[in-house]
Nanobody, 123 residues
Framework: VQLQASGGGLVQPGGSLRLSCAAS????????IGWFRQAPGKEREGVSC????????YYADSVKGRFSISRDGVKDTVYLQMNQLKPEDTAVYFC?????????????????WGQGTLVTVSS
């Protein structure tokens, strides 16, 4: 089952967006979900992750204090609230299912990628 990311768009620097990652109850209850991004000409970067066991959250240094990850067990959705957006946050954002081994910040340890959603931060 591929995850579906949505909620991207064009926003001015300093603005906010909330991304959604539609999953399933089975996935949310059993697996950590991570958000990644890839800007043109750059490698995929791990942004944030939320664990399934206790809801622990993890953030890349580049987004700490600005982004917040959460999950809604009723809607089977993981959210990424992005505040104080900067031009360097411009990228396609993806969500994936953690396979259970290795670093939360390595995309090699995730699967079930779906189509991403484009976030553009520009004035």
């Amino acid at each position: 089952v591929q995850l579906q990311a949505s909620g991207g768009g064009l926003v001015q620097p300093g603005g906010s967006l909330r991304l959604s990652c539609a999953a399933s109850r089975f996935i949310l209850d059993g697996y950590a979900i991570g958000w990644f991004r890839q800007a043109p000409g750059k490698e995929r970067e791990g942004v944030s992750c939320i664990a399934s066991t206790d809801g622990s959250t993890y953030y890349a240094d580049s987004v700490k204090g600005r982004f917040s990850i959460s999950r809604d067990g009723v809607k089977d959705t993981v959210y990424l609230q992005m505040n104080q957006l900067k031009p360097e946050d411009t990228a396609v954002y993806f969500c994936g299912v953690f396979r259970g081994h290795g670093s939360y910040y390595s995309g090699d340890n995730y699967g079930n990628w779906g189509q991403g959603t484009l976030v553009t931060v520009s004035s």
